[in-house]
C-alpha cells in the first residue's frame, strides 16, 4: 500500500484518464475517485471490500480510503477530482464513508465527465455535485469502524479537525498517544513527505478554497487556514504554488 501525494495542497485538482484493462495496487489519496466502467468487467477493492464492475456500473471512493483495481479485459473511465471542488458534499460527509462505493451514474453524466478537463471552474463543479448527488440518493454513510481506526486513519482525522489551530506533531502525539519520533518516521515512511509539509498542503488548499469561493481578506483566508502570520502564508503559498496569494486570486477572478 501507498499513499498518492502528487496533487496534495491543489484545491481544484482534476484528473481524467480513458484506459482499458486498467491495474494498480493498493492505495490511497486525498481526493475522491470515480471509476465508471465502459465495457468489460473489472474487480476493485475498497477498504477490503470487493467489488465486480460491469459495463454501465461505477464506483465512488472517498478520500483516504484503500483501494486497488484489477481487469484484464475492459474499457474504463477514471476521474480524481480534490474535495474543494464538491466542498459542501465533502464537508457534510466529513468523518464518515459509505457502507457501499457502488452506484449506476447516469449515461449522460458519464459523457459530460469525459470532457471536464476542458470545461470550465462553473461546468466542472456542476458535473461533480451532479454525480456525487446521484450517489447520495442512495447512499448509506458510517463513521469508521474501530477495527478500520488505523494510525494512518487517525492522523488524517487530526489533520482535518485540527488544521486550523494546533496542528503541530507534538499536538498530535499527545492527542492519540504516540511517541513523537515514532509518528514522524511513521508518516514519512507510509506518505513520503513530512508531517508538517502535509498539514501545510492542506492548509494551502483550504486557504485556496477560501480565496476562490469567499471575500474575505487575504489575512481572514490565512487565518481561517491555520497561519498565524500574513507573513508564513505569503512565504509558503508562494513556495508551494509559484505565486503570492493576491496573485492566485487575481488570476481565478479573470
Known sequence: MFYQFTHLGSPDYLKIERGQNFNFPPHLHQCFEVITLLSGEMEVTVDGHAFALHAGEGLLIFPNQIHDLRSEQSEHLLCIFSPRLVQAFATRLAGQIPKGNRFTPDPYLIQALGTLESAGPAEKKGVLYLLCGQFDREAVYETRPADREKLLWRIFSFVEQEFAGDCSLAALASAIGYDYSYLSRFFRKTVGISFNAYVNHYRLSHACYLME?????????????????????????????GCTPAEYRKSKKM
Not at 471575500?215 to 512565504?235: H, Q, T, V
Open 213 to 241: 469561493n469567499t471575500d474575505f481578506p487575504i489575512l481572514r483566508c490565512a487565518l481561517e487556514s491555520g497561519y498565524d502570520s500574513l507573513r508564513s502564508f505569503n512565504r509558503n503559498f508562494k513556495s508551494s504554488l
